[in-house]
């Protein structure tokens, strides 16, 4: 069975655009969280979606939004991006909230 | 909100020598991950242990959930088990939280 599959793997932007990152859950999987990982930090929590639905957002402004859709593939949205969004992009999947989560590779952005 | 204390923030080891790595929450969890990101960035389960003991190989966790606490065990380290190890607590409030991690290096 497949992996959690993330897309693009690499993306490079300036400053002020937006970028939309996609995931694509493990078959079967009903739960995809997204975190963002600044070099030489821990992960940190930006979304977690189950059944289409919100369940838990991190400490992220408003310039990032994120949604799932009927198959409980999900994108990231960013809006307005700055310097500092600069980091690798993660996207976990997990049969519901609470249960392991498996991780994708990571989408990496980079900001000019 | 819960906070995710990880320990040592370094460590240099041996090859064949064992370690402790420690992971304390400030508050009680409902799941507690363990993960190795390797130099590739690719964040590899190594144990889902909300409670009790697991061993996988080399690898071995224990979480004492009433005392908030788990602890990661690598015994015989080997140069491919250098990279950064992180604990992740899932809080009720449907948030993960991750530690700093522990970077970890083998020296052969």
């Known amino acids: 069975d497949a992996g959690v599959t993330q897309s693009p793997t690499h993306l490079i932007k300036t400053r002020g655009q937006h970028v939309t990152l996609r995931c694509s859950p493990i078959?079967?999987?009903?739960?995809v969280s997204w975190y963002q990982q600044v070099l030489g930090q821990g992960p940190q929590f930006i979304f977690q979606?189950?059944?289409?639905?919100?369940?838990g957002r991190g400490n992220f402004p408003d310039r990032f939004s994120a949604r799932q859709f009927p198959n409980y593939s999900s994108e990231l949205n960013v809006n307005a991006l700055l310097l500092g969004d600069s980091a690798l992009y993660l996207c976990?999947?997990?049969?519901?909230?609470?249960?392991?989560?498996?991780f994708g590779d990571g989408t990496r952005l980079s900001i000019l | 909100g819960i906070q995710v204390e990880q320990s040592p923030p370094d460590l240099i080891l041996q090859e064949g020598a064992n370690s402790t790595l420690r992971c304390n929450f400030s508050?009680?969890?409902?799941?507690l991950q363990w993960f190795h990101q390797n130099p590739w960035g690719q964040l590899i389960n190594l144990f889902y242990?909300?409670?009790g003991t697991k061993q996988n190989g080399r690898l071995s966790a224990t979480t004492v959930a009433t005392e908030r606490y788990s602890l990661l065990y690598i015994s015989s380290s080997q140069t491919t088990d250098s990279g950064v190890y992180f604990c992740?607590?899932?809080?009720?409030?449907?948030?993960?939280?991750f530690g700093a991690g522990t970077r970890l290096f083998v020296k052969a």
């Open positions: 078959s079967g999987h009903k739960s």
């Open positions: 992740a607590a899932f809080t009720g409030g449907f948030k993960t939280i």
């Open positions: 976990a999947s997990s049969l519901q909230g609470a249960q392991p989560q498996h």
């Open positions: 242990i909300p409670s």
């Open positions: 979606y189950y059944e289409k639905e919100e369940r």
């Open positions: 508050d009680s969890v409902n799941n």
